[in-house]
T-cell receptor, first 112, second 112 residues
Framework: EAGVAQSPRYKIIEKRQSVAFWCNPI?????LYWYQQILGQGPKLLIQ????????DSQLPKDRFSAERLKGVDSTLKIQPAKLEDSAVYLC??????????FGEGSRLTVL | GEDVEQSLFLSVREGDSSVINCTYT??????LYWYKQEPGAGLQLLTY?????DMKQDQRLTVLLNKKDKHLSLRIADTQTGDSAIYFC????????????FGAGTRLFVKA
């Protein structure tokens, strides 16, 4: 069974530029999550989708971050414009139901 | 709001037991998890316990849950150098949709 796929693995941009991350969850997993993991911290939930509807985006900085999950499968997380404090690893995870989360390897963003 | 706290570092000798501790705040949590993160990788579920249990054993892993004190621990018997990683405690519950909240992680160093 293929795992959660994320791309790109690494991205370096300058502040005020934009960036997009892509995630393909495990086939059949209805719930998809985007987490932000700053160095030395645990993952912080940014947004949670159930199929293509948003369940929770209370921690998403909506003035610069946006996310969508078209057709309830793939998802894209966008940051525009990026700030220095957005430097982090962006983790995508999916789950079949309540319980175990399956994580991708993450996309490491460096904002200069 | 929900919060999960854990100590940041633990160093043990190979062959000794490791005990990683965690406290959480949400008394309505349904699941308590331990995830493992190796360098450059996403998180992977190690083990979990339902909130109505007080102990779970899985090979070298023992999870103890004290629900009254909201305290969770992970014991790794016969710790090996391959166990060196970051261990995240997490709680999962159905507050406003199923959410998983992570602690900051405990970095385990295993000395040969």
């Amino acid at each position: 069974e293929a795992g959660v796929a994320q791309s790109p693995r690494y991205k370096i941009i300058e502040k005020r530029q934009s960036v997009a991350f892509w995630c393909n969850p495990i086939s059949g997993h209805a719930t998809l999550y985007w987490y932000q993991q700053i160095l030395g911290q645990g993952p912080k939930l940014l947004i949670q989708f159930q199929n293509n509807g948003v369940v929770d985006d209370s921690q998403l900085p909506k003035d610069r971050f946006s996310a969508e999950r078209l057709k309830g499968v793939d998802s894209t997380l966008k940051i525009q414009p990026a700030k220095l404090e957005d430097s982090a690893v962006y983790l995508c995870a999916s789950s079949l139901a309540a319980g175990e989360l399956f994580f991708g390897e993450g996309s490491r963003l460096t904002v200069l | 709001g929900e919060d999960v706290e854990q100590s940041l570092f633990l160093s043990v000798r190979e062959g000794d037991s490791s005990v990683i501790n965690c406290t959480y705040t949400d008394s309505s949590s349904t699941y308590l998890y331990w995830y493992k993160q190796e360098p450059g990788a996403g998180l992977q579920l190690l083990t979990y316990i339902f909130s109505n249990m007080d102990m779970k054993q899985d090979q070298r892993l023992t999870v103890l849950l004290n629900k009254k004190d909201k305290h969770l621990s992970l014991r790794i018997a016969d710790t090996q150098t391959g166990d060196s990683a970051i261990y995240f405690c997490a709680e999962g519950g159905h507050t406003g949709g199923f959410k998983t909240i992570f602690g900051a992680g405990t970095r385990l160093f295993v000395k040969a």
